[in-house]
C-alpha cells in the first residue's frame, strides 16, 4: 500500500501585480506626484490567481512562452519575490538554481567561493568541507580551483557553480533554464544528476524551453499563458496545447507583419498535409507527406529552384530538399503556379514541424522566402521521443 | 512549513527574521570576510590601504586645523585627540555607507536567490567593524608611545559610546539599504550628509567650543545629544588621557549614552519593521 507523499510546496490563490515606473529620480517623482504620477506608473500581473500543490518526489516543467510568468511563478516558490496576493507554504530547504554562480564574487579563489556559495545555499563549513573533494571532481576544473574566478573561462564557472548547487541536498530543487549551458558531456552529467535526484525522491520544479526535456524528465507540466495556468497535467499533453498557443501566436505576428515587397516572384501559400487526408491532419508515421505550394509571378520568371525545409518546434533542420536536387526542370513561368512536393513514407517523431518555403534562382539567391509557411503535426507516440520515429523491440539475448 | 504572504505580523516577524539570521550567521561570517578580502584584492599593499586612509586623514586635520587654523590651543595631545574621534566617525561612517550601498551592491544574489536579506547590512556592520577593530589598535598604541595608556576607570566609557555607534548604525543603515533599493539618489545623499556629520560632531574641535559659542540652552543640548556626538565625547573621554584634566564633558555623559542606547533599540526595532515591509518587492525593483 502506497501513502500519499506530502504537499512540500502549496500556492494559494497567488497574483503578483508588477508596477513599472517611468519617474526614477526624486525630481520625477516630486514632478509627477499624486495623480499625475498614476499617469507614470503601468501595472501588469506576472501571475493571476494561481493554485498550485506539488507533492514530494515529483518532477514539475513549468511551460510557457516568454513573458508567462513562469519564471516569476519559480520566484515566488522559491521566496525571492513575495506575492502581491495569496500564500506560498513550503517545506524543507530549496535550492534555487534561478542563475549559476550567483553568489560568485570575481575576486575570490574559486575555493573561497565554493564555501561562500555553498553557505548561501544553506550549507554549515562542515558540511562543505567534508562534500568539497564531490565538488571539486564533479566540476572537474583541477587546479584552477586556487585561481579567482574572474580568470575563468565560462564554462569553468558555470560547472563549478552547478557542482555546488547539486551538492547541497535540497529538498526542493528550482532549476530555471540553467541546463543549457557547458559543453555536451557536463550536460549529460547535470541530467545525469537531476535523475539521481529524483531517484532519491526529492522535489524538482523545471523552467525550461526545451520542450523534449520537459516530456522526458518531468512527471507533470504546468503551462502558464499570460500569468495564469492553463493546464495542469501529462507533460505530452501540456506541450501539445503549448504548442497551439505559440501557433496562435505566431500567426498573429504573422498577420500583424508588414509585407515586404517582393521582386520576381512570390510564394503566397503551402499546405502540408498527408497524402490521403486535409490540411491539419495529424501526420502519423509512414503515411505520404504532401507539401503544396502556390507560387505567383507578374513577370516572366526563366529560371528557378523551388526549396522546402522542415523544422522541429525547436527550430532545428529535420528535412530539406530542393528540386535542384531532385534535378527538376522547371518550366519558365508567369501568373500563378502550384506545385507539390510528396514525401514518402515519413517517419517523424512526436511534435509539430514547421516548413519553410524559398523559391530561388539558379544561383541559389533567394528570390522569396516564407519562413514557416505550414505546419503540421505528429500524434504522440509513448514508446519514444525524438524527431525520428521507429518501431522499438528489445530482446534479452542473455549472458 | 514555511509561508510567505503579501503581510507580516509585527512580533513574529521581528521573531522569524532574528531567527533567520541567527541560522545563517555562519554566512554572515563568510561575506564579511569577502567584503574584506575582495576589497584589497591585487593591491600591492593589501590592508596597509585600511590604515593609510584615516592616518592620512589624521596628517591633513592635524596640520591644517591643529597648526594652520591653532585649533591645538587648549588641546592638549591633539593628534591622540583627533584620532580618538575619527575612529568614532569612522566606524559611524563605515556602517552607513556600506550598508546603504549593500542591498544594490548585492542586487545579483538577491534577486537569484532566498536569503534573509538583513544579512547584507549586518555583513557591512561586520566589515566596519573589523576597520574599527584596526584604528583602535592603533590608537592603544598611539596612547603607549606618548606614554599616556587609557588605564583608566574612565575606559569604560567606550562600551557604551561603541553600543550606540552599533546601534544606531545599524538601525539608520538598515532604513537607508531598503529605501536606497527605491530611490537611488539616497545613496549620494548619505555621502552629503556624512561629510556634513564629521564636521557637526567634536572630532576636530572641542566640545567646550561649541559651549563657548552657542552657551548653554537648547542648541547645545541639541548638538550634544546627537548619538555620534555623544559616542565621540564618550570615546574621547575613555581613550583620551591628555585631556581627563583640563577637557569639558556634559554633565551625566553615561546617563546620556545609556537614553541613546534605549532609544537606538527602539529606532532598531522600527526600522527592521519597514526594512522586512519593503524587502518583499526588493527583488523586482533592483
Known sequence: MTVNPPVVVEARNVSKRFVVRKDNSIKERLVTLGRMGRRHRKEFWALRNVDLSITAGSTIGLIGHNGSGKSTLLKVIGGIIDPTDGEVSRRGRIAALLELGAGFHPDLTGRENVFLNASILGLSKAQTEERLSDILSFAGIGDFIDTQVKFYSSGMYVRLAFAVAVHTDPDLLLVDEVLAVGDEAFQRKCLDKIRSFQQEGRTIILVSHSLGQVTEMCDRAVLLNKGEVVFDGEPAEAV?????????????????APEKPVVGGRIDAALAFPVDGVPGDDVPPGSDLCIRIQLSNETEMPDWVCAIQIDNGLGQIVYATTTLRLKVELSPFNGIRTVEYVLRDVHFGTGKYFVNVSLMDRFGVHLHDLPQACSFDVPDFPLAVGTVHAEPEFADLGS | MVSTTSYSKTLSGVWRSLRDIHQHREMLGLL??????ARYKDSALGFLWTLIRPLTQLAIYYIVIGKFLSAERGIPDFAIY??????????????????T???VGNAGLIKKVYLPREVFPLASVGSALFNFGIQLIILIVATLAIGKP??????????????????????????LAAANVYLRDIQYLVEVLLLILLWAS???????????FAGEGLL??????????????GFQKAFWVGGSETAAYPDDLLLRLVIAIGVGIVLLFGFQRIFSRLQGNFAQEL
Open chain 2, 32 to 37: 564579511v570576510r569577502r567584503d574584506l578580502k
Open chain 2, 220 to 233: 547645545l543640548e541639541l548638538y550634544t545629544n546627537t548619538p555620534v556626538t555623544l559616542a565621540v565625547l
Open chain 2, 101 to 103: 550601498a549593500s542591498i
Open chain 2, 202 to 212: 567634536p572630532v576636530v574641535y572641542s566640545w567646550q567650543m561649541v559651549k563657548d
Open chain 2, 150 to 175: 587609557p588605564l583608566t576607570v574612565e575606559l569604560l566609557y567606550a562600551i557604551p559610546s561603541l553600543l550606540v555607534l552599533l546601534i544606531f548604525g545599524t538601525a539608520i543603515g538598515l532604513l
Open chain 2, 82 to 99: 583627533i584620532f580618538t574621534g575619527l575612529t568614532a566617525y569612522s566606524l559611524f561612517s563605515e556602517i552607513i555607507g556600506g550598508s
Open chain 1, 240 to 256: 501539445a496545447q503549448f504548442r497551439d498557443i505559440l501557433e496562435d501566436r505566431r500567426l498573429a505576428d504573422v498577420s500583424d
